[in-house]
């Protein structure tokens, strides 16, 4: 088909002629466009089509060299852009398409242009093809291309968006021969890094890339002058870092055998050492410390102490490689340490820097304290063997034992003992390591210390043993080794009021039951009482004289009390007041342990205490009846004990009037026939009457008291009753038949008793409830009413009206033996009223006594009485008989004859009437 013909049918169906034209290769078409659109040429041989197809680049990529060339002649733009922005040469390299880029090169395309969206250079792309994907020939066109670009002024230095050269790009692809052309250019920067901080040495290095022997790219950079020791900007990092950081073990050992630097630091002051054995490389750390890296080397402290929230973790710095290989637990690189030391020691070069394993970082850790932390005790073992001090101490003075039991790392504890650590060492609060394993609670750490030789009875500044430390805090497994290696179970220390006490004083004071009991089974002084300091000091508890079994009663520890007795504790020790432990049991009304003792053989129930009383007695006094009842059923005769007053139980319990010991005691059947020793040898009924408690007499009676039982005094309860006017009791007494006509000693019965008291209440149930001889004399000749007027008091004229109102017939004027009749005595004795009513009731006023004394010439400080009594009288007075005056005393004879005197009744002589 002609050119025209063609042209035209074009025209018809196409927007895009000239694309079509060069698709289908017919320049003679080519030619019709250019011409007719010739004032519209730079638009239209630079159109994109509707597929974005450029017209040079299609002629170009079906290499038809002669219509490109027409093109650019024609004003074709050599550097168009498609729609990504890439340029025809972009894109002929894109297509590995030598032919299209080197036409594009000699027509003075532009080589720097780069892709909008990757900062892409035709150089960057030729260096990104990867010969081992294409054919040799492929390869070999694109080392042209890149050839070409270099020898036209590409910058072999720019960089993409990533920050990477064309360098960087060759080996990322593997691409050697234009990184040999790259190398040979004499404008190459091979210290540029890329966005991620990586020369192209670390590139090359990082992923191994050709690997690491002399015909690698690392080795040819570093032939080309790359710097091994390169400096990341962020961190202070170089490559020597970097290829420790990420593990890459041949990557450092090739910067080591090539020259890098082993001690530069980043900013943490991390020399590559300390990553390489951070990260376990053991022939990299090998390869460094041979190469002069510093082993000793330490950590700085950061920029900034302050700790994040995020990160709560203490920062630790002063870190040498050896502390980071331990952390690590890297055995390996910490024996190429070892075995660099014993290198080290023996080498004669002058430089060579000797490991120090003694090194503290920041928190005061040794290498050695850090393996014991982690528990590599074998790294442990060989540190020590290298010269590491077992007995080296942190920043707070702590030794490595004094850490290990801190931290309760119970085998790095045993490791250090076992290796010789010494166990005499102080922490800064004085404490030892033997303290501090009982406050861990690390009882095989306990008995390694006390095997080694540990001091077991080591106090703390308050004075509490280990043994206390352990018991107090409940470790009976720890206090038990500290016994069996024979520490002091006693332990005399400070107490309260600043006595001396054990640690069984002290454990029974806090009430702890298990640690006394400990301490007991472990044969500490089981009777020792509290004592004064050694310099006297001690308030009453250095003196009450408590042994531990009283302690125990007194708070009422029964555990410890049955222990106590077990394990022999002496029973029957007295304290201060003489108390036996018994005592002291009663007094706290603790049944079980009064039991517990009473069931002990060696118990002796006859101790007094000061007051004298027994166990019994003590029981009584505090109305414990069960106890009292326990001691009767081991010691009957208990009961029957007297005091230093002679009195037993039963005597004291009615001398108190306490009913309810007297009806416990009777209902043991405790002899109430007994006296109390003493000069009154008084029964208990005698008590009872004395005392004035009916409902006792009552039931002394019911026991079957002897109701007639006499005193001494040959006095009966009834004697004793009326000397008390204990007129219910008097009654009682009679309704049980006493023999109220009962005299004493002095023929004395009671109704004398009664009048000499003057107990008119008791007189009147005399008189009116018995039929007792009211006329019974005594050894003096006196009748009751002789005695009232001899003792009278102010009621003896009404008992006296009692006398007459029973007794209308009662001889008043009766002498006694002195003849001294009632109103003699009566007028003696100054009772004006019983005088009167004895006037009053008929009473002679005359009559003389043995010694001639009447009422009328008894020798008074006034005769006031008489007179009143002789104005009283209501009648003429019975007469009296005698042989004599009672006036002059002439004897009545012949010559002298008896006169009556009318108005006092006397008989006189005729000159005195």
């Not at 219910?728 to 006509?741: A, G, K, P, T």
């Amino acid at each position: 088909m002609s050119a025209s013909l063609l042209y035209k049918m074009f025209k018809a169906k196409t927007d895009f002629i000239l694309h079509t034209a060069i698709k289908i290769q017919r320049e003679d078409v080519v030619f019709l466009f250019l011409i007719e659109f010739d004032a519209q040429l730079i638009k239209k041989v630079n159109e994109l089509d509707d597929q974005g197809d450029i017209p040079l680049d299609l002629a170009l990529k079906s290499h038809q060299e002669s219509i490109a060339k027409t093109l650019v002649s024609h004003k074709a733009n050599i550097n168009q852009t498609d729609n990504r922005g890439w340029t025809l040469l972009h894109k002929a390299i894109d297509r590995e398409d030598e032919f299209s880029a080197l036409f594009l090169i000699e027509n003075r395309a532009s080589v720097n242009l780069a892709t909008p969206s990757e900062k892409a250079t035709p150089l960057h792309l030729v260096a990104s093809f990867k010969p081992k994907d294409v054919s040799a020939e492929v390869t070999s066109g694109m080392t042209k291309i890149a050839s070409k670009l270099l020898q036209n002024g590409a910058d072999p230095n720019l960089q993409d968006i990533n920050g990477n050269t064309c360098l960087h790009r060759t080996v990322a692809a593997h691409n050697f021969p234009v990184f040999d052309l790259l190398l040979a250019h004499t404008h190459l920067d091979l210290e540029i890094k890329n966005a991620d901080g990586q020369t192209v040495l670390w590139f090359a290095l990082d992923a191994g890339i050709g690997g690491y022997d002399e015909n690698s790219f690392a080795a040819k950079l570093v032939k080309r002058g790359s710097c091994v020791d390169a400096v990341c900007p962020l961190n202070g990092d170089t490559l020597l870092h970097l290829a420790c950081r990420a593990g890459n073990e041949e990557a450092g050992i090739f910067l080591a055998v090539h020259g890098a630097k082993p001690n530069l630091t980043n900013n943490k002051g991390e020399a590559p050492l300390h990553i390489s054995c951070s990260k376990g490389l053991s022939k990299l750390t090998t390869k460094l410390l041979e190469k002069g890296a510093n082993p000793n080397a330490q950590t700085t402290a950061p920029a900034t102490m302050q700790v994040t929230l995020e990160d709560d973790d203490e920062v630790i710095y002063l870190q040498t490689p050896l502390h980071l290989a331990i952390l690590g637990q890297h055995e390996t690189t910490i024996q190429s340490f070892i075995d660099y030391k014993s290198f080290a020691q023996a080498s004669t070069e002058p430089n060579v820097v000797v490991p120090n394993f003694n090194v503290k970082n920041s928190k005061g850790q040794t290498p050695l304290s850090l393996a014991l932390e982690l528990n590599l005790f074998k790294v442990a073992l060989k540190l020590l063997s290298g010269g590491a001090n077992i007995d080296t101490t942190d920043d707070a003075g702590l030794t490595l034992l004094h850490q290990a039991i801190m931290n309760q790392n119970q085998d790095a504890a045993l490791f250090l003992l076992e290796n010789g650590a010494d166990f005499s060492a102080r922490t800064r609060e004085n404490e030892s390591p033997l303290q501090l394993a009982v406050q861990r609670h690390l009882p095989a750490v306990v008995d390694a210390l006390c095997r080694a030789g540990a001091d077991v009875n080591v106090c703390d500044a308050e004075g509490n043993s280990v043994l206390w430390l352990a018991l107090e805090s409940g470790q009976e497994d720890v206090a038990s080794i500290l016994v069996k290696y024979n520490c002091d179970t006693n332990c005399w220390g400070k107490g309260p009021g600043g006595c001396y006490q054990t640690l069984l004083h002290r454990a029974l004071d806090e009430n702890n039951e298990s640690v006394a009991c400990f301490l007991i089974r472990s044969g500490c002084d089981m009777d020792s009482p509290r004592r004064p300091s050694p310099e006297g000091h001690g308030e009453e508890e250095a003196f009450d004289g408590q042994g531990p079994l009283h302690l125990a009663c007194t708070w009422g520890l029964e555990q410890v009390v049955q222990t106590l007795i077990e394990h022999g504790a002496d029973v029957n020790l007295q304290d201060a007041e003489m108390k036996t432990p018994l005592h002291t049991a009663i007094a706290n009304q603790n049944s079980v342990i009064i039991s517990l003792l009473l069931s002990c053989p060696a118990i002796d129930l006859s101790l007094r205490d000061r007051k004298g009383y027994t166990p019994f007695a003590a029981a009584m006094m505090v109305k414990n009846n069960k106890a009292a009842e326990a001691i009767l059923s081991r010691e009957p005769r208990a009961a029957e004990q007297h005091d230093n007053k002679g009195r037993n139980f039963l005597h004291i319990a009615i001398q108190k009037k306490d009913i309810e010991s007297v009806l416990f005691l009777l209902s043991i059947h405790v002899n109430i026939h007994s006296r109390v020793q003493d000069s009154t040898q008084l029964t208990p009924l005698h008590l009872a009457v004395e005392a004035g408690s009916e409902i006792i007499v009552r039931n002394l009676l019911l026991a079957g008291a002897q109701i007639n039982e006499l005193t001494p005094l040959k006095q009966t309860a009834l004697h004793i009753a009326a000397a008390h006017d204990h007129s219910s009791i008097c009654m009682v007494l009679l309704e049980n038949r006493i023999d109220y006509d009962a005299v004493d000693n002095n023929q004395n019965n009671a109704l004398h008793i009664a009048c000499q008291k003057g107990n008119l209440a008791s007189c009147r149930v005399l008189l009116t409830e018995s039929q007792i001889n009211a006329e019974t004399v005594n050894l003096r000749g006196q009748n009751p009413l002789h005695v009232l007027a001899q003792y009278g008091k102010e009621n003896a004229a009404t008992i006296f009206d009692l006398f007459i109102e029973c007794m209308p017939n009662y001889p008043i004027d009766l002498p006694d033996a002195e003849g001294n009749t009632p109103l003699l005595l009566a007028y003696m004795n100054g009772n004006g009223n019983l005088c009167r009513a004895l006037v009053r009731a008929g009473a002679c006023l005359g009559i003389c006594n043995r010694q001639g004394v009447n009422i009328f010439n008894f020798q008074v400080a006034t005769k006031q009485l008489l007179y009143r009594l002789l104005d009283f009288l209501p009648k003429e007075p019975p007469w009296c008989e005698g042989e004599v005056c009672l006036e002059c005393a002439t004897k009545f004879g012949i010559k002298t004859r008896k006169h009556h005197c009318r108005h006092c009744g006397r008989v006189l002589c005729g000159k005195c009437s």
